[in-house]
C-alpha cells in the first residue's frame, strides 16, 4: 500500500508493466514455541501477518521471501478488498509480467515482529497482562525477524526460498538470511542497503527517536493506557527520516525554493518543501506507532554482522553460500553506493557468487521503490536466472551444467580470440575479466576449462546483458582502479579488447598484475596495412576491429603491434605468449603490418612462470 512505502508521499511507485496481483487476503501464522531473542528475553508466543502471491511449485522450489523496510508491511502487491487505492507498496516490483513475475515464483510478504500492521508488536495484546504490550514490549533485531521467519518458511513448507529480496531494512535481512540460514536460501537480493550503520545516520536516527520519547504524550511508551497519542515526536520523526530518503537533487527539482503564497514572515509553512514534509509528518502520525518506530530504528542500528569477528565484513559472510545481487543508487545518500561495494568486496574476498549494479537514478534511497528502467530490468535478468536454477540449483556455480546451457541461450561463438585466451587458462582458474561486457569471453571459459570469476563492466546495457549471460558482473569505473579487489586475488586478469578505451593505460596494467598473477590483453591492431592505407588517404581507420568514425569513437588510445611490444619491454614485463590474428587465423609472419587483433599474456618480473594449459 502506498502509505507504507519509505517515501509516503510524491513520487509513488507505479506499476509500469506487467499486471497487478490483484486482490489478495491478509492471513495470520500463529507460533507457540518460544523465541528467544538477541536482548536476552523471550516471546513465548507470537503472531506473523503474511501474504502471498502466486502458486507455490509442486517440488516448492520457487518460493520468494519479501523483506519490508522500516515503515511498511507484509502488503507487498495488489489491493485489499473494499480497499482500491490500498496498493501494496512494492506493486511494480511483483506481479505477472514484472520484474518478480509470480507466474514464475511464489512470492511471501511477511510482516515483522515488533511492526503494527498484524504481527505481534507493541499494539498487540501481551497474553500475560491483557493489555497491549505497548514499552513492555522487546527489543528486537533483524537477527530476530529472521528467526521468526524462518519459521514462518516451516510453517508453509518451505524447506528453503528460491531467493530472499528486499530494499534498505529489508535488504539487510536478506544479507543475515545469507549468513544465519546459508542452507536455506539460494540467492539473496540486497538493494539499497549497507552492512551496517554509519554514525551519521546512528544520529538521524537518535533525534528521531528523542523528538517520540519527549513528546509529553508519549508516557514513557505507555501512551495507550494514557489515552493519549504522541502525534508531535511521531510527525518530526517522520519528517526527519523523509529528508534522508530524498536526494538534494530531487528535493531542488521538485520544490526549490517554492512558496506557497508569499512570504508572510511568520513560522507558518510559506516554502512548498515545508508544507510537504509537515503534511508527511501528519499522514504518518495517523497510522504508525511510536513504539514501533522507536524499536525500528534501534533494530537498524543494533545490525551489523561483522560484529561477532572483530569488524572483519569477509570473515562474517565466509560462511553463506547462496548467490548475490547487490544494487546500490547513484544518489542515495543514506546508504550511499560506497557501503554496497563494501558487502561486495567481502563477498569477493570469499570468492562468492556476486553481481553489483550502481543504478543512475535521481531519487536518492526511495529509488529502491520506484520504475527506474534500469533497475527494474537488472533485477527481472538476475530473476530470470533464479528461474532458470529451478530445475538443478546445486550446478549454478559457472559449473559446466550451466554454462552449456547458458552458451546454448545466448549462442556464444567459438570465436578465434576466445579460444586463444582458453588455451592459456588453466582448468578451474580464478578470472577476472575487465571490461567484461555481456559477460560472453567469462561464460566461454567457464564452459571450455570451468574457470569462474568475475567481470567487470561499467556500462548499463552490459551489465544486463552479462546478467543474462549467467556470469558474475560488478558494475564499476576502470579508470579509478581496482580497488577492493585483494593482491595477487585472481589466477588471471583480462582486458579485453577494452585498452583502447582507458585513459590511464599504464596504471591500469600495473592495477591488472597486481590483482592477478598473469595478464592478457587483447586490442585492435592499428598498424594494420588497411588502417595504414586509410591513414595514407587522409582518413581516420574503420575497420571491423575499429568499428566507430573519428567523431563517435569512444577510442582514446590506438596502439600496434610494435607499440605494445615496446610498453612492455620498456616495463621490463615477461611476454608469456603473443597470438596475432587475421581473419580468425594466426599471423606468423609481419604481424605489425598483417595483424587485426593482438593477445598477449605476460607477467610481473618478479612472478613466477606458469605454464600454458
Known sequence: MGRFSETTGGAQAGSAGGQSVGVVTPKVARFDVPLKLACGRTLSSYELAYETYGELSPRRNNAVLVCHALNASHHVAGTWEGETDNVGWWDNMVGPGKPLDTNRFFVVGVNNLGSC????????????????????????????????????????????????????????????????????????????????????????????????????????????????????????????GHITYLSDAQMEARFGRQLRDGLHYSFAPEFQIESYLR???????????????????????????????????????????????????????????????????????????????????PHGHDAFLLDNPQYHAVVRAYFERVAHDFKDYSTFRLGKAFTQAVAERTRVSRRADYTAIASWIGEGANVLDLGCGDGGLLAFLARERNARGYGVEIGEAGVRAAIATGVNVIQRDLESGLKGFADDAFDCVILSQTLQAMHHIEAIVAEMLRVGREAIVSFPNFGHWRHRLQIARGRMPVSENLPYQWYDTPNVHLCTVADFDAFLAQRGLPVLDRIVLSGGREVSSLPNLRGELAIYRFRRADAPRRKSA
Request: charged share 20%; with cysteine.
Open 279 to 361: 503534511h508527511q509528518g501528519e499522514k504518518f502520525a495517523d497510522y504508525f506507532d511510536a513504539n514501533t518506530y522507536l524499536r525500528i530504528t534501534k533494530a537498524l542500528d543494533y545490525f551489523d554482522p561483522a560484529l561477532a569477528t572483530g569488524g572483519d565484513l569477509a570473515r562474517s559472510l565466509a560462511s553463506a553460500a547462496c548467490r548475490f545481487l547487490v544494487v546500490s543508487f547513484t544518489t542515495d545518500w543514506r546508504f550511499p553506493s560506497a557501503r554496497s561495494r563494501e558487502i561486495v568486496e567481502a563477498l569477493v574476498a570469499n570468492r562468492h557468487d556476486v553481481t553489483y549494479a550502481d543504478v543512475a537514478a
Open 117 to 240: 500492521f498484524g504481527s505481534t508488536g507493541p499494539t498487540t495484546i501481551d497474553p500475560l497482562t491483557g493489555k497491549p504490550w505497548g514499552a513492555n514490549f522487546p527489543l528486537v533485531t533483524v537477527e530476530d525477524w529472521v528467526d521468526s521467519q524462518a519459521r514462518l518458511a516451516d510453517f508453509l513448507g518451505i524447506e528453503d526460498w528460491a531467493a530472499v529480496m528486499g530494499g534498505s531494512l529489508g535488504g539487510m535481512q536478506a544479507l543475515a538470511w545469507a549468513t544465519r540460514y546459508p542452507t536455506r536460501i539460494r540467492n539473496a537480493l540486497v538493494i539499497a542497503a549497507a552492512p551496517n550503520l554509519s554514525a551519521e545516520n546512528i544520529a538521524f536516527n537518535e533525534v528521531a527517536r528523542q523528538a517520540i520519547l519527549t513528546d509529553p504524550d508519549f508516557h514513557d511508551g505507555h501512551f495507550a493506557i494514557a489515552g493519549t497519542l504522541p502525534r508531535r515526536g511521531l510527525r518530526v520523526a517522520r519528517m526527519i
